[in-house]
Structures are given as C-alpha cells and as structure tokens.
C-alpha cells in the first residue's frame, strides 16, 4: 500500500487522503473524548484564574471562552488551554499530557482561595465536527449553529439528552464541538453519521492542524518558548492587569525584545527532520517543528512548521541538506475554501 510520511510515521496515503477530503470539503467528525476537562468552582474563581492566565477571564461572558497560556514567573510557557464561563464554574479544555502540570501549578497557587479544582474529563465525551458542510449536518440533527461565534457555546436539548455545542476557532475552517455526558456519546455520534458526517482519524486531524498553522504544546510551543515568540496573540490580553509571567510579557510588548517567530514553510524535496536546524551564514536561524505532506486534490504538498528569526520575510529560500524551505504565511494558501 502507498504510504505517506507525517513527522517521520509512515501512514496510509489513500486513506489519509479520503478523510482529509472529507474535512475541507464536506464534514469530518471525530472523536475529542480524550481532550480533558477540568471545572473550576467557588467565589474566587475568576479573580483567582485572571491572575493566573495570559487572557481574560474578568470579563468573559457566560457562554463565551478564550485561548489562553499558563506562564511561569519567566514568561515561558508551562500549557495552553481554553477557558469557558459556564456561569457556575469555568470549564477548562486542554491536552491529556498537560493536566498534571496544570494541576500541580494550579494546587502551588491556591492559598487563602475559595477555589476548587477537579477533573471532570471522565464524565463528559466530545465529538467534533468540521468542513464547509458541518452546518448542514447539525442542522439535520436539529441543531442550528449558523449565528454561533468562534469560542461561543450553547446549552441545547440534543436526543433524549442535554448537549453543549461549542464553536472552535481553528483557522481556515468551521469546527464545532458538542461536549454530553459520556453514557450519550454513542447515540450523538451515530445521529451525525446517519446525517452526513463522515468519520475521520487523529491523523487526518494532525494534517488539518498543520495545513491550518495551529501550533501544538509540547511540539511546536516548548516550556522554552515565550508567548510573543508563538504568534499566538489570541491568547494574550494587555489590558486586564497582573498575571503570572506578566512583567516579561509586557516587557517584551514595550521593547520588541523577542527574536524568533512560528511561521509556515513550503517544502520542495523530502520532509525536513523534526527539530532540523535552519541555518545562514554558518549560524541557526531557525528550527522545524512539525512536518507533514498534506494529499491535496491537486497533488501532495509538503509543508512544515517551525520558528525563523522575526526580521526574515515570507518568501525566503532556506536549504536543509535535499530540502528547500520557502517561508510561508499560515495557514498555508490554496488549502482551505475561500
């Protein structure tokens, strides 16, 4: 069987290709039950986690959530995760690999606090659904999704059951999550498949993630890394006050101090090694972080993600070993619908 390379794992290509298909022209569904969930409650919970977090919380709306890093007092990045004011607790969403971090960050920082941490990942599955056709198909579920904003959720009855469905804010195209009760899971999932949805792999969604330029923690964002350096400015408020890592943050707002950016490469030639170095002058410029080749309708293409210096501009050639790099805005032109 053909064979495509993603970061060095060799994968099936007719397959891959279906299911990518699927998500950039009609509607991929999957499984997001293994995202974690954590439900912040008591009276200081949102001062207590404003103070906590790069974004704001002070103000969120009920039903509204943002992207958000966890600092140390250095400003390097410790997780990301998305906040969610459920009016009776904050809901935060993240990766498995990050909670025992988070935890143990979140446990060194409540004193006198009337704030209580758990772990609810057990009890809520999520299903995710995504394409130009995502709508249309929870329409014909009877849910209608077409005012919702990126990071806006609504609690609905869905089935013989309540539901959440949360808007995502991945670029370039409309994702939707409904988050229900794990024992509701195999009943929702059905009814999307039964209206159109098609199921789609973890790798499928790792292409998507690439194709769309969404940095990933502990891949392409490290604890070394610093906020500004991400690119991420969706994740960053400077306007809500003290935080922890916010001194740096600022500092580097006021002066321009950071000297790396994540940014997108086209790739001519094979896959450029994950952690490959780019180099000018006999010195590192840059580094590769995620590499993929995306089996596109028009042809595969190879692309990968990475950090350059901030003064080079999209369209500068870079050579790694066979391998040409063209620097490239994300996420990467000619992938997703206008």
């Known amino acids: 069987m053909a064979v495509i390379s993603?970061?060095?794992?060799?994968?099936?290509?007719?397959?891959?290709?279906?299911?990518?298909?699927?998500?950039?022209?009609?509607?991929?569904?999957?499984?997001?039950?293994?995202?974690?969930?954590?439900?912040?409650?008591?009276?200081?919970?949102?001062?207590?986690?404003?103070?906590?977090?790069?974004?704001?919380?002070?103000?969120?709306?009920?039903?509204?959530?943002?992207?958000?890093?966890?600092?140390?007092?250095?400003?390097?990045?410790?997780?990301?995760?998305?906040?969610?004011?459920?009016?009776?607790?904050?809901?935060?969403?993240?990766?498995?690999?990050?909670?025992?971090?988070?935890?143990?960050?979140?446990?060194?920082?409540?004193?006198?606090?009337?704030?209580?941490?758990?772990?609810?990942?057990?009890?809520?599955?999520?299903?995710g659904i995504a394409g130009p056709k995502a709508r249309e198909v929870l329409h014909s579920v009877g849910i209608e999704a077409s005012s919702m904003e990126p990071l806006q959720f609504v609690d609905l009855k869905f089935g013989d059951g309540l539901v959440t469905l949360a808007r995502g804010d991945m670029p370039g195209i409309e994702w939707y999550e409904i988050w229900t009760a794990a024992d509701d899971r195999e009943q929702a999932w059905n009814q999307l498949m039964k209206s159109g949805g098609h199921p789609v792999s973890l790798t499928a969604l790792e292409l998507l993630r690439i194709a769309a330029g969404v940095p990933r923690y502990g891949q392409d964002i490290r604890e070394r890394d610093l906020p500004q350096e991400s690119e991420q400015t969706r994740a960053l408020n400077f306007n809500k006050g003290c935080y922890i890592g916010q001194e740096i943050v600022e500092r580097i707002r006021s002066r321009g101090a950071v000297h790396r950016k994540f940014t997108g490469f086209e790739?001519?030639?094979?896959?450029?090694?994950?952690?490959?170095?780019?180099?000018?002058?006999?010195?590192?410029?840059?580094?590769?972080?995620?590499?993929?080749?995306?089996?596109?309708?028009?042809?595969?293409?190879?692309?990968?993600?990475?950090?350059?210096?901030?003064?080079?501009?999209?369209?500068?050639?870079?050579?790694?070993?066979?391998?040409?790099?063209?620097?490239?805005?994300?996420?990467?032109?000619?992938?997703?619908?206008?």
């Not at 002070?58 to 459920?86: C, E």
């Open 267 to 338: 790739v001519e030639g094979p896959l450029p090694a994950i952690g490959a170095k780019i180099q000018a002058d006999g010195r590192d410029i840059g580094e590769i972080t995620s590499a993929a080749t995306l089996p596109l309708p028009t042809g595969a293409r190879n692309v990968a993600l990475g950090y350059i210096r901030r003064e080079v501009a999209p369209g500068r050639k870079f050579q790694i070993g066979n391998t040409t790099l063209t620097v490239a805005n994300v996420p990467f032109a000619g992938v997703f619908r206008a």
């Open 6 to 127: 993603h970061n060095n794992v060799d994968l099936p290509v007719e397959e891959t290709n279906a299911e990518l298909s699927e998500l950039l022209s009609a509607c991929g569904i999957f499984e997001l039950s293994d995202r974690a969930k954590l439900s912040l409650t008591g009276g200081d919970r949102v001062r207590w986690l404003n103070g906590m977090i790069t974004n704001n919380v002070r103000d969120l709306a009920v039903g509204r959530g943002v992207y958000s890093f966890l600092l140390n007092p250095q400003g390097h990045i410790l997780g990301d995760l998305y906040a969610y004011n459920r009016e009776e607790a904050i809901m935060i969403d993240t990766e498995p690999a990050q909670v025992e971090k988070l935890l143990s960050t979140f446990d060194h920082y409540i004193i006198m606090d009337d704030v209580e941490v758990a772990d609810v990942s057990g009890k809520i599955a999520a299903i």
